[in-house]
Nanobody, 116 residues
């Protein structure tokens, strides 16, 4: 049974940092690309960052380039999102995601709130 469990969200002031984690289980993590998405209140879910199975290639939304870093530790079956210089517009629920055997898998999400 595939499980994705996010953690690390919280309340942070503008300019601050957070690191999100996504613990994966129930599948061979090292074989699959992973993504982070986010969904702000009243907004559509949007892709934030993606990483290949080996971690050798990454992609970012223009809105987070230079501030966010996606990474993974295949030995720990864990995906990360380091978020620096956070802005109020980064406020959202953040989800990790993978596609396996044609099925979409989502975590339950972790809330990130950027406010002074």
């Amino acid at each position: 049974q595939v499980q994705l469990v996010e953690s690390g969200g919280g309340l942070v002031q503008p300019g601050g940092s957070l690191r999100l984690s996504c613990a994966a289980s129930g599948f061979t993590f090292s074989r699959y690309g992973m993504r982070w998405y986010r969904q702000g209140s009243g907004k559509e879910r949007e892709l934030v960052a993606a990483i290949t199975n080996t971690g050798g290639s990454t992609n970012y939304a223009d809105s987070v380039k230079g501030r966010f870093t996606i990474s993974r530790d295949n030995a720990k079956n864990t995906l990360y999102l380091q978020m620096n210089n956070l802005k109020p517009e980064d406020t959202a629920v953040y989800y990790c995601y993978t596609l396996r055997a044609g099925v979409n898998y989502w975590g339950q999400g972790t809330q990130v709130t950027v406010s002074s």
